[in-house]
Structures are given as C-alpha cells and as structure tokens.
C-alpha cells in the first residue's frame, strides 16, 4: 500500500509539473537611467521591497550613463523575452523608446514611465513638476517681498532638449513667482525684464557653476537663483561665493539628502521634494492589479499622469506657502 501511495504522488507530480511551473513568482521590470545617481537607487529600493511583498520577482536594468538610451532599449527587450508582466522605465529618451514600449504593450506586458512620460505608456508615476516649480516660485515671491517687483532672475535649466520634466519646473517657478509664462510649454519665450537669462546644466554641479558664470557676465546683479536640481544648485552657489554676490536667494527641486543637507546650511533657500521610493513602490502595484485584474492604473483627476506628492523643505517659512523644515525634509530625503 505504501509503495501504491509513492507511485500515485510520482504520477501526480510528472502530471502537475505545468502548475508547479506556472506558480512562479510573475516577472516584472524595473529600468532606470543610471544605477548610481540617489534618486535612482531609491526608486529600485521602493520597488524591490514592494515586489518582495506582493511576491513579485523584479529584474533590474540601467543604463551606463544618463542618456544611454540602447541600454534601456536592450532591457526593454530583455523582459519581454522574459515573459514580463509589466515593465518601469525612467526614459533617457522618451521619443527613442517610445517604439519598444510600444512593442512591449503589444505583447501585453504592461508599461509605465516614471518621473518622466512616454506617450506610449499605459500610465505615468510622477511628481507633479509644474506644481513642484510653482511652489518655490511662490517662497521665493514671498520671501522677497517688496524687492520681488526688482529682481534679477537667473533661470539654470536641464538641457537644450526641454524635455517635459525641464519645461515644467521652469514655467511653474515663473508662475508661482508671478511672471507671464507665454506658452508654458516653451522655455525662454518670456519677455519680463526681471529675467536675465536661461542657461543648461545637464543638472550637474559643474553645470551649475558654468551657467551661473555665464548669467553673471550679462547682469552682475542677479538676486534670484532658479536650478533644475540640487546639484546645479550646489554649482552655482560655488561660483556666486567666489565672486562675492552675497544674499542671492537659491531655490531648487528634488529632494535629495544631499540637497536638504543644503537647505539646513542655508546655501539653498527652498526646495521641492519628490518621492522616488513612493514612486516606484505605486508602479509596482499596479502592475500587480493588472496581473490580477488586468485593470490599468487611471490619471489623478485633473492631470495627465498619477500623482506622486511634492512637499516645500524650507528653514524660513512664509505665510500661504505650506512647507516642512530641513529637520523633517531629512527624515524623507533620498
């Protein structure tokens, strides 16, 4: 009888070998610009605890460096052979990738841009850019009080691309500081006197400092410091300090501790923070709806992609600007 049950539970097994098989963990992917920069080390730090939570295995993929677009385009291939289920991406080139994320969708996998869309997407995870801008604009207008209607604004962007992230945080800074952005979705085509100018920095601290440099020579008189990112942030307070330009106001996006750290010094006076972790955690989720559901994630109500926070992290708080101090900022920084 014993050797009877052995046999059986042999048989039995040789038979559900395919559902053995079809209970693995579903495959999932995520896909990042760099594997170095913070911001990019915490969005796969949210997803892998998300993924090991949902019992989800997650494949990751960067590229070597920002803008390594064939790295993305590999990867992309890579988890559809896979069999992936849904794939993250931070594009480097949204335009380039568009087309293998279009022909991952067509072999059903489901797609969703972070931080950054692609049109071809199923959905955006991201921080609301323009509101990010908007609400160091409206510190920076405050804090300056009367002398805003005299201020000389240097604006130090991303790239000369004006990808959607670099036009947003620009024209939302405008706004909120009470400019005519013209078209807000065009950088530099403002005609307020108060600018002085708009120069990249491939968001790199030595960016910041040659922008900066570059600004100083058509007006010595800037007061006022728009930067894409902390790093341009940290550049252009390199250079402003050895020239000597005492009490310019530096205001800034991400979050980064780094940044924070900046804030707390006093070399930024205000920055936005978004939330990689929150990010890639939520995209990660709903990809496991849609292996469940197969139910897509839908657009915050009023926007045109998901909504995934944005907080002011200032030590000199003004009225009507909501915001948390650089003592709290490091408790969520990345």
Known sequence: MKRLKRLIISVSCLVLSCHVFAAEKPVIGLITKTDTNPFFVKMKEGAQMKADELGLKLQTYAGQFDGDTKSQQQAIENLVASDAKGILI?????????????????????VIALDTPITKADATFA????????????????????????????????????????????????????????????????????????????????????????????????????????????????????????????????????????????????????????MASMGVEAINEYIKTGKKPQNTKGLDFLNTGVELITDKPVAGVPSKSSAEGLKMCW
Request: overall charge negative; aromatic content about 6%.
């Open 90 to 110: 931070t594009p480097s080139d949204p335009a380039a990738i568009a087309p293998y994320v279009e022909m991952a969708r067509s072999a059903g996998v489901l």
């Open 127 to 278: 921080t609301d850019n323009f509101k990010a801008g908007e609400l160091i604009g409206e510190w920076a207008k405050a804090r300056m009080g009367a002398k805003a209607s005299q201020a000389k604004i240097a604006l130090l962007d991303l790239n000369k691309s004006h990808i959607s992230v670099d036009v947003a945080r620009d024209q939302g800074f405008l706004k909120g500081f009470g400019i005519d952005v013209k078209n807000p979705k065009k950088i530099g085509d403002e005609n307020d006197p108060r600018i002085v100018g708009n120069e990249v920095t491939q968001g790199s601290v030595d960016g910041g400092r040659k922008a900066i440099e570059t600004l100083l020579q058509k007006n010595t008189g800037i007061n006022l410091v728009y930067t894409i990112n902390e790093p341009a942030a940290e550049g252009a307070y390199e250079t402003l300090d050895a020239f000597g330009a005492d009490n310019v106001l530096i205001v800034s996006v991400d979050g980064g501790c780094a940044g924070v750290e900046n804030v707390k010094k006093g070399i930024i006076g205000a920055t936005a923070m978004q939330f990689p972790l929150r």
